[in-house]
């Protein structure tokens, strides 16, 4: 057989299904089980600050997007396919829908659309965001994240249900195509089709269960918790006391040493008062006293070992520090760009990542559609003020206000020449040109001029 019929006939036989291949990679019946630690990983973002400030971070902002499905509309004004636009990378997909959308080639889906209702009430107990929010941190801490679809009378998802990663014991096979879901006393399988499987590829193994942040972290994270457990024993006393007192003949003169040592050394308006006792050459002080060397914080590195675990989390998520105050290192640049860099770096990819996997369950209401969202990347306002300011001339009126944050005005969408002291609609058109000696050529929101005399 030629490699063209190879092709058309399909690598594994022509089989529909991808897990064809996987007898091949997976010889075993049934799917890989969830990796040793997922519950505990996920379990973390409830007890270890720093995962849970940066997973929230990002999950929040990921979860604030604000999503859109639209339409190509062809000359008779039916909705028609954009094959280049649905499988652009996403700065390429946002310049070919906003020159359709200003050719008025694009139309919005309803407000009225099955998703964005499925979107906005998943199920009873969460929104669009905390679910969106979810999937993300399942994605970040272990790479994989999974939705139970709901389907509607009409046969299209009218709800999802997401499943935390370590229930699902099984992934499908060629032999059973079917998630195996177990949670305590649950057991169920779910066909394939009826699953949402958002996965991050592992480089090693692309078709396991998925490679997430959390992993990559695990080491750093268990020792960050355990450091804080050891301050909480530090100052918990560890059940040891500071000193121990040996001395007195008797249970009763014991007992008087006690009284007098706690009555004239106790309380802090005391400290550091010296303590005589008898015994001259007969007894050494050691006899009686006993201390005990506690470490202090800085012989145990404690402040500088977990200021350098908190950098590698917020390193490896690829956050900036100075979005949680973190300023030890920073200057006024720094902190002005540390937003722009967490969502053009960690944001937007993240985004476009769940876009990729939404788009799927789009198609299954209509495969014409494309789902899509404004950038969440910030604007530099630095640049567009120094380019403005470069030719001032060149913005609306409406426009400059628009850059000071302030209200658009009735008669602003005219441009400002503030050498000739007019001002256009046009500046390129001659005839609104004011004559030699002066003036401005009539605008739209002045009064109508009177008409010549007979």
Same mark, same amino acid.
């Given at each position: ?263 004239? !050394?106790?309380?802090? $308006? =005391? #400290? ?5 006792? +008898?015994? @001259? ?114 913005? !609306?009126?409406?426009? $400059? =206000? #628009? ?5 658009? +005005?009735? @008669? ?43």
């Amino acid at each position: 057989m030629s490699v063209w019929s190879r092709v058309k006939a399909g690598l594994f036989g022509g089989a529909r299904s991808p897990y064809a291949m996987l007898p091949a990679i997976y010889p075993s019946s049934s799917g890989a089980p969830p990796d040793l630690g997922t519950e505990d990983l996920l379990e973390g973002h409830e007890s270890m600050p720093w995962l849970r400030a940066v997973g929230d971070k990002v999950g929040s902002a990921v979860a604030c997007t604000e999503w859109e499905i639209v339409f190509g509309v062809d000359e008779y004004g039916k909705a028609t396919r954009l094959p280049q636009a649905k499988g652009a990378g996403a700065p390429r997909r946002a310049a070919l829908l906003g020159a359709l959308r200003k050719a008025g080639q694009l139309r919005e889906a309803p407000p009225d659309h099955p998703f964005y209702a499925a979107m906005e009430r998943p199920n009873p107990f969460m929104t669009r965001t905390s679910i969106t929010k979810l999937t993300e941190l399942h994605l970040d801490l272990v790479g994989a994240a999974y939705w139970i679809k709901q389907r509607g009378p009409l046969g299209v998802p009218v709800g999802f249900w997401p499943v935390p990663p370590h229930w699902i014991m099984e992934h499908p096979t060629s032999s059973r195509p079917s998630f195996r879901v177990a949670w305590r006393t649950w057991q169920v399988l779910i066909p394939e089709s009826e699953v949402v499987w958002f996965h991050e590829p592992a480089a090693a193994d692309p078709y396991g269960r998925g490679s997430g942040i959390g992993w990559s972290l695990g080491d750093e994270l268990e020792v960050d918790e355990y450091a804080a457990k050891m301050a909480k024993q530090l100052f918990f006393n560890q059940a040891r006391p500071d000193f121990l007192f040996i001395g007195g003949s008797s249970d009763a003169e014991l007992r008087r040493l006690e009284r007098d040592w706690v009555n004239r !050394l106790q309380g802090f $308006w =005391r #400290a550091h008062k010296p303590y005589f006792m +008898l015994g @001259g050459d007969k007894a050494r002080a050691s006899d009686y006293v006993h201390e005990f060397q506690k470490p202090t914080m800085e012989q145990l590195v404690y402040p500088g070992l977990r200021k350098i675990q908190r950098d590698i989390i917020l390193q490896t998520w690829g956050v900036p520090p100075e979005l949680f105050g973190i300023v030890e290192n920073s200057n006024r640049a720094t902190i002005e760009a540390a937003e722009y860099l967490f969502t053009r770096w960690v944001v937007w990819p993240k985004v476009e990542r769940l876009r990729g996997f939404l788009q799927r369950i789009v198609d299954e209401y209509d495969d014409r559609g494309i789902l899509t969202c404004d950038s969440p990347v910030a604007e530099d306002k630095e640049y567009q003020l120094n380019a403005a300011k470069a030719a001032p001339y060149s913005l !609306l009126i409406n426009e $400059w =206000r #628009a850059l000071q944050g302030l209200e658009p +005005l009735p @008669g602003g969408n005219v441009f400002v020449l503030p050498l000739n002291s007019y001002a256009t609609e046009d500046p390129a058109d001659a005839t609104t040109r004011p004559a030699a000696a002066g003036g401005r050529p009539p605008m739209a929101e002045d009064p109508a001029p009177a008409p010549p005399a007979a």
